[in-house]
């Protein structure tokens, strides 16, 4: 248990297309309106929280706030809390979305989410991030970019693989012929990383992991890293290019000899979590391995 959060300042982010959206946005503004909470959205969100929210840039989002509501789903939840890192501002996710993975609670607890909150009734779970530096063939910035969940690096040419050189703090790994190469966060060890076959991790465990995508090599296997090693992707001469996204969301095409650099970030994402509630517990609710215990009795 935290002690009481004094909300003065609220951000708001929200998926727009996500029915539903709307009408719990003006929930959260009559919530906040009863609380003397000042509510922030973005200039592109406009009207998601209320006719009487401040709209800012991305850029002045996080200043200033003590908290940042997250409505819609998993998507939602990590683009908000790649918006909160800047200042390591709190994010407390309602889920709208259909796995809900990472979101605290659905729709009909917004309120008492939000009174648990105010009343210290829950816990912030801290979460390791990524940063990432993406460069040209002769050395150059290209993009930057930070990430809760991953950044994925996939083949753009449908009938090639993707050749990536891995290194690890300046020691080549391995050369990958694959269909793509995940760096992920133990946040993400249960999003694309998992369906490309790699383990769950402890949230809890402050690492780095990569894993491969459909490699067409014997070493198939993820590997665990700790988090102050660096880690070194570089395109490799006459492979497919690949398409760079950090949390689903694209950044850029590399094309061969470019180089992705990725590195622990010392901002942490923060996630709200309401008393009761665990990691385990939630991978067992969301994969349903009760089910599955059930079926074998």
Sequence with gaps: MSGPLRIRRAGVV?????????DLGKELARWAAEHGVV???LDTEQGCAGPDAECVPEAEFAADLDLIV???GDGTLLRAAGLALPGEVPVL???????GFLTETEPDDLTRALDAVAAGHYTIEPRTTLQVLIMTSDGNPAATASAV????LEKTARHRLAGVAVSIDGRLFARYAADGIIVATPTGSTAYSFSAGGPVVSPRIDALMITPIAPHMVFNRSLLLHPDEVVRLQVLPGSSGVDASVDGRPVCELPPGSVAEVRRSPNRALLVRL???DFFGRVRSKFRLADAEQLGE
């Design 14 to 22: 929200a998926h727009p297309n996500r029915a539903g959206a709307q």
């Design 93 to 99: 996710g309602i889920n709208l979305g259909r796995l």
């Design 39 to 41: 509510l922030r959205t």
């Design 275 to 277: 008393d009761g509630a």
């Design 149 to 152: 969940n991953d950044l994925v």
């Design 70 to 72: 997250a409505l819609g």
